[in-house]
């Protein structure tokens, strides 16, 4: 027998096929089946809780040892314990910047949005595209997509608030980039915060949370015309009665909440994450999760998430969804 004969009388066997296949760039689907196609959703992220008085203490020090003009933005990311950075949930960032008195951080604009939350502090102000924002503590301030913004701190003391950003997005879709002003400061004129689009007044939203009936009470952040803030990210409030519960919700949608008052904690899968002022934590989509408030006084919690941009690619899902009414002829 020739060698060629004995070469075409050899058996094929699957393991020839993997390694051919492999050989040319492509492979089996059959062999990921369950991974690419799973029986649920199944985020990369699991639930956390970051300790205000643990990242603040390290913040300060950032700021005693890290120079404005040399951090650009004097940051501490809040990153998943299962992720790198920039994931807080597989769709959103977190992190807690800092301004210290007379310090700039310096103009920039970039395709990532930006919800802030004001923790601590006064005498704070953001400038966008030309708008300068009085910060106070619990309001929301936005920085639309590709505006000009700077960052300033008057008088003493720091200036600390929770930012969230779109950027683990642009992971998958790679169009993210910042453009630098070419001075460290916008020109800007100061703005009406009470009449400003781009603020959301704690005081407002208390009041609204306070007048809505029953122990528990949830309000988003909504544009004057009904919409959500963004195309992609999104927010609300909540209140707790003291000693009450809030429903028990599961969805695909993930979110960051920061604690603005009270103590309590929230049962995330099958984990007890206790929290108080100050503390924020992450629920990554398709977690039971459910919010505690400890006897003695109400709770207030604020939250970010992708509502608005898993709504409106149609990915939205709750447990107690009737599926079937998704489907369309």
């Not at 699991?46 to 003009?69: C, F, H, M, Q, T």
């Not at 769709?91 to 951080?105: F, I, R, S």
Request: hydrophobic share 35%.
């Amino acid at each position: 027998m020739s060698l060629t004969d004995q070469v075409a009388t050899t058996p094929d066997t699957e393991e020839k096929l993997l390694a051919d296949l492999e050989a040319s760039k492509t492979l089996p689907l059959w062999k990921q089946m369950t991974k690419l196609n799973p029986p649920a959703p199944n985020p990369t992220t699991i639930p956390n809780v970051w300790k205000y008085k643990d990242v603040r203490s390290n913040l300060l020090r950032a700021g005693e040892l890290v120079p404005a003009e040399q951090a650009e933005r004097r940051v501490l990311m809040l990153i998943n314990p299962a992720r790198d950075a920039p994931y807080t949930t597989d769709t959103l960032y977190a992190g807690l910047q800092l301004v210290m008195p007379n310090e700039t951080a310096r103009a920039h604009r970039h395709t990532a949005f930006a919800m802030r939350f004001i923790i601590e502090g006064n005498g704070g102000f953001t400038a966008v595209h030309g708008r300068r924002i009085q910060m106070q503590q619990g309001d929301v301030i936005l920085t639309p997509t590709w505006n000009y913004h700077d960052h300033g701190k008057d008088g003493s003391g720091p200036m600390i608030w929770l930012d969230g950003l779109d950027l683990p997005n642009f992971r998958h879709f790679p169009v993210h980039f910042v453009e630098h002003f070419n001075q460290p400061r916008y020109p800007a004129e100061d703005a009406d915060s009470s009449t400003s689009p781009l603020v959301f007044s704690w005081s407002e939203m208390k009041a609204r949370l306070d007048s809505a009936p029953g122990d528990w009470a949830a309000r988003r952040y909504l544009k004057a015309d009904g919409s959500e803030v963004s195309r992609v990210l999104g927010g609300c409030a909540e209140r707790l009665a003291a000693g009450e519960s809030s429903p028990s919700r599961r969805e695909t949608t993930s979110s960051v909440y920061h604690v603005v008052a009270g103590t309590g904690y929230s049962v995330i899968g099958d984990k007890k994450f206790i929290w108080e002022k100050g503390d924020t934590f992450c629920v990554p989509s398709w977690y039971k999760y459910q919010h505690f408030a400890d006897a003695g006084e109400p709770v207030y919690l604020y939250r970010f998430d992708d509502k608005p941009m898993i709504e409106a690619l149609g990915f939205y899902r709750s447990e107690d969804m009737d599926a079937e009414s998704l489907v369309t002829e």
